[in-house]
Structures are given as structure tokens and as C-alpha cells.
């Protein structure tokens, strides 16, 4: 059964900071992992998809790392900026997505 | 990207009334649609996958006769809890995939008093 750890749980830094965010998965059979950002109340948008062949991918300030032999993705989030505070999750996809705990995310100005 | 709609967005019932959530994909087709509960502060948990024309496969724990689950189009799919309980108070997502990449609807907040 495929488990998903995230760490930090909670993360608060200031404006300008380069971050990142670490996700963690037991089963390594993966078709890809995805990124999705979580505002209080709401449903998820996606970030970033990287595919199982794939090693990372960019979007804006947004750069996501793929590690399937060691179970491990990464997303640095760039100069960081208010807009940004949110709960970060991703999600691993064998047949089904599985989530990881969410890191919360609060940039202060 | 592509769009998933959910509906309602809030809803409040009655203990042992039922409740329909809708979820519709847009812009595409999806023979397999995904229904998720949230708890405050907790990540997702995945209740059931949803299969056009066939029968729902649930996650273990997950009561089928207590959440029903209706995917009758490829664009469509339903989740409904029946005679709710307070406990059945949650955040409830549905999620579709275009192309490999998973979507989610808005969300439904689900009270039951």
C-alpha cells in the first residue's frame, strides 16, 4: 500500500525566501506524481505533473524534482511571495492518486 | 486545464436525510472519475473510484451502501451519502484525469445537524 510523507509539515518564512518542500513515497511503481496546491476551503489546482520518465518540471518559480528510485520529489518554490501561502500536496499515481499530509505554507510581506 | 465542476458547494441536511454531490467534467470525457474526504487540518483520503457503466470500486472501510456512488456518463458521476450522521460531516472532492494529469473539482462542505 503506497504511504506518502511530506515534510515540513508547516513552513513560515518571509517575502523573497526560496523554499523547498519535500515529498517522500513507499512504492516506487509509480505512472507520475503531481503537485497541487491547496487554499483553505477550496478544491486543489494542479502545479505540476512530472511523469515517471520524466526527472523534473518548470513552471514560472515553480520547479518540481522526481527521484523514483528513491521515492522522493521535491518542489522549490522561487522567491516566494504572500500569494504563495497555502497547503502544498502532492500526490503519488499508481492506479490511484495518494496523498501525502499537505506542507502549510505562510509567506509574510 | 481541463475543468471539473462540482456541485453543490455547501450543503447542510438533516441526521438520516440522504444527499446528492455531483461531478461533471467539462471539457473532457472521463470513464473514471475519484471521490475524496477531508477532515480539518488532514490530507485527502480516497473513498471510491468511480467506473462509467460498472460498479464503483471502494477503499477499504468505506461503506458502499452508505455512499453510493453513479456513474451513469462519461461526464458525470454522483456521490451519494445516504441517511447521513453528523460524523458524516466533511470536505468532499471529486477528481477526474485528462491525460494523465489529475483535475479536481471545488469541493463540498457537508454538514449534518
Known amino acids: 500500500k503506497q504511504e506518502v510523507t511530506q515534510i515540513p509539515a508547516a513552513l513560515s518564512v518571509p517575502e523573497g525566501e526560496n523554499l523547498v518542500l519535500n515529498c517522500s513515497f513507499t512504492?516506487?511503481?509509480?505512472?507520475?506524481l503531481q503537485w497541487f496546491r491547496q487554499d483553505p476551503g477550496k478544491g486543489l489546482t494542479s502545479l505540476l505533473l512530472?511523469?515517471?520518465?520524466?526527472r523534473e518540471q518548470t513552471s514560472g518559480r515553480l520547479n518540481a524534482s522526481l527521484d523514483k528510485s528513491s521515492g522522493r520529489s521535491t518542489l522549490y518554490i522561487a522567491a516566494s511571495q504572500p500569494g504563495d501561502s497555502a497547503t502544498y500536496l502532492c500526490g503519488s499515481d499508481t492506479d490511484k492518486l495518494i496523498f501525502g499530509t499537505g506542507t502549510r505554507l505562510q509567506v509574510f510581506p | 486545464g481541463a475543468v471539473v465542476s462540482q456541485h453543490p458547494s455547501r450543503v447542510i441536511c438533516k441526521s438520516g436525510t440522504s444527499v446528492k454531490i455531483e461531478c461533471r467534467s467539462l471539457?473532457?470525457?472521463?470513464?473514471?472519475m475519484f471521490w475524496y474526504r477531508q477532515f480539518p487540518k488532514q490530507s485527502l483520503m480516497l473513498m471510491a473510484t468511480?467506473?462509467?457503466?460498472?460498479?464503483?470500486?471502494?477503499e477499504q472501510g468505506v461503506e458502499k451502501d452508505k455512499f453510493l456512488i453513479n456513474h451513469a456518463s462519461l461526464t458525470l458521476s454522483t456521490l451519494t451519502v445516504t441517511s447521513a450522521h453528523p460524523e458524516d460531516s466533511s470536505f468532499y472532492i471529486c477528481?477526474?484525469?485528462?491525460?494523465?494529469?489529475?483535475?479536481f473539482g471545488q469541493g463540498t462542505r457537508l454538514t449534518v445537524v
Open positions: 512530472i511523469q515517471s520518465s520524466q
Open positions: 512504492d516506487s511503481a509509480i505512472y507520475n
Open positions: 477528481s477526474a484525469r485528462d491525460r494523465n494529469e489529475a483535475f
Open positions: 468511480s467506473n462509467e457503466g460498472s460498479k464503483a470500486t471502494y
Open positions: 471539457d473532457f470525457q472521463a470513464t473514471t
